[in-house]
């Protein structure tokens, strides 16, 4: 069903959660004399997200996208993956010419091309036009401690909104938007910490929310003021960690032993540690399966002493099932956290009956130096703030990587008495981005 078909779409704003693991797209619509309504839109079925995942059919030449394009790799269909394209948002990775369908194509395009599809579906549920305006979401910082590269992911990312045919493109930072979002439900006047953690970056916002901040920020904007709300925003903070790198550490740790990784050789020195880092890295995995990496993971056999291990390593490589192991990996760690119990990964692709284990115990033990960083950052956001832990009302928690047992322990911690609110984990985000836009 569409949302509305008496709503033009030049009417509207699109606000675009474009994720690292997840995109989200809500839509306000501004009919008028009306009161803006914000809606979840449907991308793929009835699921209100999409995975930031393309697929690069080589069998159809076609481009899948989201859950599609995960279980047309997964099923074994010859072609190329691309995740976590979000990452290379600041990096000169992002200009890189890539063969996908025979076809050299740069990742920024790719990007584009993502963004377009967003674009389209989103159309399909507000009467068929195509959105004009769009306001995107982005990171307290797309590159830590580099505002240089900052700005210029910023810019890229506007770059690709145009090239998907947006006319009119601003940004909000994530956590403000989640923080807009939380907004629109709660009945009295509160401090809050706004936490997002997601899969490629974790922050934070130190805010003022309740009825008339909201109520007064909606008319101020109404008459034009580009930015109502900025008094209230006491404090934003954030670090260049999420569930990726969760993933990457767990990968490591836990399945990488398998294939050589901190295996000592016949010389008493470990095989070199490169290719199993990208291996775990989603964005960086293609990269092995070229022949010059094939060649450089060929030649480590003489550094390993059992050549069981530098198989398995050379059958990940010449099977592509680096995107697979990746994927057993971050569903292990959900399945344990969800649960509280031990998860096994299967990776029986590799060898037959091989499995390695997942408890809460080896996950929080491997994911305490990155929690620490992530928990350090949020007591940053309140020291920048001026309020201590005591003066806030709650901390709200969105992002899908801020349902992680161990996060969530690591935070309650550090804030003793503090509440801890479980919001909207992957929809939030996008819904604040179009209730923010103020045209
Ligand atoms: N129940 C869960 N427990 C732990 N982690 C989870 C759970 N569900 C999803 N995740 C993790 O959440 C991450 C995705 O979250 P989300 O969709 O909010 O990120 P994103 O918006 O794409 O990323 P970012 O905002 O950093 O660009 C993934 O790393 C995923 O593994
Ligand atoms: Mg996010």
Redesign the pocket.
Known sequence: MRISDKTSSGAGVLGI???????AVAWASALPGQARQVHAIPLEGAAT?LP?ALFFNAEDQGIHFGRDAVAQYLSGTEGRLMRSL?SLLGSPLLQEQTLVNGQQISFQDIISRFLLELRTRAAAQVGGQLPATVVM?R?VHFVDDDPKRDALAEDSLRQTALSAGFEHVSFQL?PIAAALDYEQRITQESLVLVT????????FTVVRLGPERLAQGTKLQALGHANPRVSDILATTGVHI???D??LKLNLEQLMPLLGYRHIGPTGREVPSAVFFDLATWHLINWRYSAKAMREAQSLRGNYTHLLLHDRLMKVLTERLGHLNAHEV?IA??EC??TGSHAVMDLGAIERGLEADMTPQSMAQHLQTPLNQVVACAQECLQRAGVTAAQLDGIYL????S???PFQLALQKAFVSTPLIEGD??GG?AAGLACSSAT
């Open positions: 959660d474009f994720g690292t693991s997840n995109s997200t930031t979000k979401g990171p994530e997002d953690i997601g899969g490629g970056t974790s922050d999420g569930g990726t969760f993933d971050e760690k959900i956290s969800n969105t992002g899908g990587s349902a992680l047992k984990l992957f985000v």
